[in-house]
């Protein structure tokens, strides 16, 4: 800019006759400060050209609900990842579940979705749809958060051997979180998955670890599991059992004596006296077969104050209990109990193929069976069997002694893998040999006087039994610890979570 120029554009301003012009130094001044503005200017512009090319392609695409309160309804209709399939190839769908794993590189995104045991893997590329900022955004969600995600499933070439669905992935168009999880997990699901004997290279969780961070190792493919076999075997054991003309009853968890004998039972106060913790339904069970009930069965909570720390003991568990009014002989139940269980195993193979693949560890160590298992499992090809005619002194006070020899009783145990499942037997119907049993095992006679004469009234002869549900999955799916079959499980170590 030449100095007339510069003159010329300060001319410009209305100047009063006779006021000084300014001299060639403050013109020069004035010169820079103009350039240095027609930069900042130029400088504006380019910056709000970069940012019209930089717009935001994906906006309102992305983001977080922010806290639930339910002030509006979505009518969303969200499709189970485990019905995803390729049939549906080309299909809009909305999923919701949570975040497992998530990779961004360049602009490419991979996620898997997690929806209790299945997994589906999401795919975001950056394009006419998906912006930078909305990869970036997916980036940055921490692990376990739950997320809503809209796309296009899509059929793959090549199975995705990592995800339970292996023929599609989904091409995201929308994804939001619903609940976000802290970015630091105190254990990896992953970790709390894998199983010990899998790869001695990755890493696992040791047990306590695991329960002592219950609500995350339930999250896991294996846990889920786990516990919808656990719901299986309770709905085939109450309908089998209703067909076969039972009655569910629920009985007292609270009791005036113990059910069993013995001292492996928990005391606790009861206004001014004391009362037991029930060790078993057995009493009230009997006394509803006395009420003309003929065929009863409960689910309910079992206590048992032992102090024993093995892997399949626990001080608080579910039990599956019957009994049942029979004809001549207890045969006749122990009968009625093998079919029932047969019938629950091939329920649960039959209908839980998914479960089992994703639960089945097969990890009990040859010291974990008893060798009459093996021995069982190698003659007969079974890991299912009975033995019958325990030592009655080994026995509760109410088992029927054997009428021929008055050492054994009328009772026995069903194993699974080699280990007990079942304990059960005849009952003493007869108040008057009830009691001479009662007072052989130094029972209160006071404390269980209701339950005796409940007998006095006419009983038809009767026998039953007790199922672990915790141990029978255990033992149905090969597992190292009952622990692992308990939601919050109870030993005398632990009463947390």
Not at 105 to 128: D, E, P
Not at 203 to 228: G, H
Not at 477 to 486: A, E, M, P, T, V
Request: aromatic share 8%; net charge negative; charged share 30%.
């Amino acid at each position: 800019m030449s100095d007339s120029e510069i003159q010329a554009g300060v001319e410009g301003v209305n100047l009063e006759d006779g006021e000084k012009k300014l001299s060639k130094k403050e013109l020069n001044k004035l010169a820079r400060q103009q350039k240095k503005a027609e930069k900042k200017h130029q400088g504006a512009d380019t910056k709000t050209e970069e940012s019209t090319e930089e717009e935001d392609i994906s906006k309102n695409k992305y983001g977080t609900y922010g806290l639930i309160r339910s002030t509006e309804r979505k009518e969303l209709e969200f499709v189970n990842v485990g019905t995803l399939n390729s049939s549906l190839d080309g299909k809009e769908v909305w999923i919701r579940g949570r975040l497992h794993t998530s990779r961004v590189q360049g602009k490419t995104g991979f996620i898997v979705v997690r929806q209790r045991i299945f997994t589906i893997q999401g795919v975001l590329f950056v394009g006419a749809e998906v912006s930078k900022q909305m990869l970036k955004f997916v980036g940055n969600i921490s692990k376990e958060s739950i997320i809503d995600i809209f796309g296009v499933l899509h059929k793959v070439d090549q199975e995705i051997v990592s995800c339970t669905q292996r023929e599609v992935e989904l091409h995201i168009k929308q994804i939001f979180v619903v609940s976000a999880a802290e970015p630091r997990l105190p254990l990896q699901i992953e970790d709390a998955a894998r199983r010990a004997n899998e790869d001695a290279n990755l890493a696992t969780v040791n047990l306590d670890t695991r329960l002592d961070n219950r609500i995350l190792d339930l999250r896991t493919q294996t846990s889920q599991a786990i516990f919808k076999i656990q719901a299986g075997i309770c709905e085939i054991f109450r309908n089998a059992l209703s067909k076969r003309g039972f009655t569910e009853i629920q009985t007292p968890k609270i009791i005036p004596s113990p059910s069993e004998g013995g001292a492996n039972v928990f005391e606790v106060s009861y206004f001014k006296g004391s009362a037991y913790l029930a060790q078993s339904p057995q009493l009230y069970k009997q006394m509803a077969i006395a009420a003309d009930f003929d065929r009863v069965f409960t689910i309910g909570a079992v206590f048992r104050a032992e102090d024993s720390n093995t892997h399949r003991h626990m001080t608080e568990f579910v039990g599956l209990d019957l009994e049942m009014a029979f004809n001549f002989h207890y045969h006749e139940v122990v009968d009625t109990i093998g079919v029932l269980l047969i019938e629950i195993f091939k329920h649960l193979q039959a209908n839980y193929q998914h479960e089992i693949e994703a639960g089945d560890e097969d990890d009990l160590s040859t010291t974990n069976e008893k060798a009459l298992g093996k021995l069982v499992r190698e003659k007969y090809k079974t890991d299912f069997y009975i033995l019958d005619k325990y030592p009655l002194s080994v026995r509760p006070f109410y088992t029927m002694p054997n009428a021929e020899d008055g050492r054994w009783s009328n009772s026995y145990d069903m194993f699974m893998r080699g280990e007990e499942i079942l304990s059960g037997a005849q009952r003493i119907h007869d108040p008057v040999m009830l009691t001479e049993r009662a007072k052989h095992h130094n029972i209160d006679l006071e404390k269980i006087r209701a339950y005796i004469d409940s007998f006095r009234y006419g009983c038809p002869p009767h026998a039953g039994g007790g199922i672990g549900l915790e141990r029978v999955a255990m033992l149905f799916l090969g597992l190292s610890n009952i622990r692992l079959c308990s939601l919050f499980p109870r030993d005398p170590r632990r009463i947390t979570p």
